[in-house]
């Protein structure tokens, strides 16, 4: 095989691409569909992220591979050029190549145009740049195997328009075979093949950042199995059918698609995966493996899972039994890993049960319509008389923090102590009653580290030593004296505070907003802290709100509930997508030259109202661009004898109906801020993977639509007037007159 002759044809198909309008027509549909899909998609979410992209991409290829590829071979049948391509010294073999690589580079133009699409987000948000590799990469691979696809069916035909439908057919199958509503209409033995064998869900796990060697080896396998297809349409012509030649052919195909559905298969059994992501989401961190090789005592770790589990809850299977299998190699020993199913018998049934794992429902589609099956997806781990149980596992990204946190909980002798401060009969401060709720739910994360507890400081009481860290949740009215040289002396003994200021009393319910008057302010300012009376709003990222009459509810902006972000790249609030901080004020330094560290703070579009509050929700809210800026919300401090201080300048984030909100992270940041005060961050990196969508904020509306036509108009342009310079110029070469 002779690489020169191959490159030869790449470049003369190449020519022939673009010295046709027809190219420069299907670049500027893709570009089209495809900035315009994402970014209304990408707008209305306000998430710096790649994925509405790559979940629509399978679907434009899917019309897009079939017309760049069907003229391939057809065309070159049609003309008869195929004879003359082969009177040349060129092989079959180098043919397909030659055409199948022109293609794929042809295609991988057409990806290569939608780079601007992230950097123009970069404009107005943190990229995972990881991920984004491994969404390229994988669209490649996809683009390797369609490509093929695209190659055999312009084999088989004469006609592009018959080799683009049967191309187009084929490619259907491929990707719609992986998707949930396809795979719960085939009966439910077949859906782990059907799975296998689908382009759509080997490409949906390479979206994540994470190579696999089975998705790889399946995209190879992919392409050779069709462009050996190919090379039997191509060669098979120039054959008689009663030869021995043509049966060795014919034989030789067989065998060599025999081999790549067999590589498909062993690929995927075989382990191997390169995490691309920023934080290594999907590798163990160092963390775990430092805690898993300083156990004391082994470790097992039983995964219950039943054979044939529902489609929704398939795709997580492999994650769970790989980071288990993680566990496993990077504890040198001290992890043993054991896989059960309960068709495995009467006693494995029984074991199940006895385990605490719970069997859950689901519907497959039978023979005679939808059926109720059972199924289990849970584990154990055993520590010397110990048992934690996850009785279902739901989701698996953050599978490796309640993993490493259950194994902690177990190994640890003593574990460390956290006080809320609570009303004494004297006072009334720490945590004020609202509609809000209380604090159970994070109370319950606390506890999965920590023994939480209260603390009631009355007249000439210190703070107990073996607490390391005190809450000060929401305090009103006076505080008396004693208790405030309590905390102060726990401080300068070194322990720590998280300091929950509200600077301003907000009523929700009768909309109106008074100062919150208490001398806890003095305190935290002797300490470094200002908490400002100010209420702060944010016009661009913040969370919406239900409004309107019982039965015609509609939801709407509500710029008091922010939705702030990482201020720092400290390891508190390091990878945590967004907190909602509701009726937030901002929280400074109380002198000029003191530093405090930043932690949350709003986007540079917040505002603060500083008299005539009104907080009720209003579409049309009047506001001075001019006055807009970023506020810092919570900050901390470390002082010499080893004691630390957060403050921030709200106290609701963190009760019931906030930490509940979908996609934020408060309980995560408020776990964080307890493992900084409490000097024990072991945990801390693991719980920062399990990362929320990135928020996605422009500095300016005008750059916000400059990146949006750019890609939708200004990239189309480009191209057409690209085109039309080569076209025309091709045309005046085509036209001029040469001596004889």
């Given at each position: ?202 490409f949906n796990s390479m979206t994540r950042g994470v190579i696999f060697l089975g998705d790889t080896v399946y995209f190879a396998a992919l392409t050779l199995a069709f462009a050996t297809l190919s090379y039997f349409g191509l ?151 110990q048992r934690e149980a996850i009785p279902f596992i739901s989701k698996t990204d953050d599978l490796e923090y309640q993993l490493t946190r259950l194994i902690n909980k177990m190994s640890r002798t003593k574990r460390k102590k ?80 998280l300091a929950l200021i509200d600077g301003l009393d907000v009523n929700p319910k009768m909309m109106y907003v008074v100062p919150n008057r208490n001398n806890f302010d003095a305190f935290i300012e002797h300490f470094g802290f ?211």
């Open positions: 095989m002779n690489s020169s002759r191959i490159r030869a044809l790449v470049k003369k198909e190449l020519n022939s691409y673009f010295d046709s309008p027809s190219a420069y027509v299907l670049f500027i549909v893709w570009l089209v569909a495809a900035s315009y899909f994402f970014f209304r998609a990408a707008f209305l979410n306000n998430e710096a992220s790649l994925r509405p992209l790559f979940e629509l991409l399978p679907w434009l290829l899917l019309f897009f591979v079939p017309a760049a590829t069907m003229r391939s071979l057809a065309a070159e049948k049609k003309d008869g050029t195929l004879e003359v391509l082969l009177s040349h010294p060129i092989s079959e073999a180098e043919v397909i190549i030659g055409k199948l690589v022109a293609n794929v580079v042809f295609i991988l133009i057409a990806l290569a145009l939608t780079l601007p699409i992230p950097v123009g987000l970069a404009f107005g948000g943190r990229l995972d740049i990881g991920m984004v590799v491994g969404e390229y990469l994988g669209a490649a691979f996809l683009i390797v195997g369609l490509a093929s696809v695209g190659l055999f069916a312009s084999s088989l035909s004469r006609n592009q328009t018959v080799a683009f439908i049967i191309s187009l057919a084929i490619t259907f199958l491929l990707v719609a075979s992986g998707m949930e509503y396809v795979l719960m209409a085939i009966p439910f033995p077949l859906t782990a093949v059907v799975r296998q064998m689908s382009a759509l869900s080997h060669k098979q012509e120039r054959e008689s059918h009663r030869s021995s030649r043509y049966k060795n052919l014919r034989l030789g195909t067989g065998l060599m698609i025999i081999v790549a559905v067999l590589s498909s298969l062993i690929g995927t059994a075989a382990g191997g995966r390169v995490d691309l992501t920023s934080g290594k989401l999907y590798s163990l961190s160092g963390t775990t493996v430092k805690t898993l090789r300083g156990l004391p005592d082994k470790v097992t770790i039983k995964f219950y899972a039943s054979r044939q589990l529902p489609t929704e809850v398939e795709s997580s299977f492999r994650d769970i039994k790989d980071i288990i299998s993680d566990y496993q190699a990077a504890s040198n020993g001290r992890v043993d890993a054991i896989f059960k199913s309960p068709e495995d018998g009467a006693q494995a049934q029984q074991e199940i049960q006895e385990a605490g794992i719970r069997q859950v429902q689901f519907n497959v589609v039978g023979q005679d319509g939808y059926q109720v099956k059972q199924g289990y997806l849970g584990l154990t781990i055993d520590y010397q008389n956290v006080a809320f401060l609570t009303v004494t009969d004297t006072n009334r401060h720490a945590q004020a009653s609202d509609e809000q709720g209380g604090y159970d739910a994070w109370r319950q994360m606390l506890g999965d580290e920590y023994e939480v507890t209260d603390l009631k400081l009355g007249s000439g009481r210190k703070v107990p030593a073996n607490i390391g860290t005190v809450i000060i949740a929401g305090p009103r009215g006076s505080v008396p004296p004693e208790e405030l040289f309590a905390l102060e002396a726990f401080l300068k003994r070194g322990g720590s505070i200002k908490v400002e009376p100010k209420l702060l709003f944010d016009t661009r990222a913040n969370q919406p709100i239900n409004a309107g009459s019982p039965g015609n509810t509609f939801s709407l902006p509500y710029p008091f509930w922010m939705r702030v972000g990482p201020a720092s790249d400290d390891l508190v609030v390091r990878d945590v997508g967004s907190v909602v901080i509701p009726w937030g004020q901002p929280v400074g330094p109380a002198k000029p030259g003191q530093k405090v560290i930043p932690l949350l703070a709003t986007t540079q579009f917040a505002g603060a109202q500083t008299k005539d509050f009104a907080i009720a929700p209003d579409p049309n809210m009047k506001v001075d661009q001019g006055q807009l800026s970023q506020f810092l919300v919570a900050g901390a401090r470390k002082f010499k004898g080893g004691g630390r201080m957060i403050v921030v300048g709200d106290s609701d984030f963190l009760r019931d109906r906030f930490i509940a909100v979908p996609e934020s992270q408060n309980g995560a940041f408020g776990v964080n801020a307890v493992d900084w005060l409490i000097q024990d961050s072991s945990l801390t990196e693991i719980r920062a993977k399990n990362t929320q969508a990135r928020m996605l904020v422009f500095p300016s509306e005008t750059t916000r639509n400059m990146v949006r036509y750019i890609n939708l108009i200004g990239l189309p342009l480009a191209v057409a007037a690209g085109g039309a310079i080569r076209l025309n110029r091709r045309r005046r070469l085509t036209r001029r007159k040469y001596a004889a």
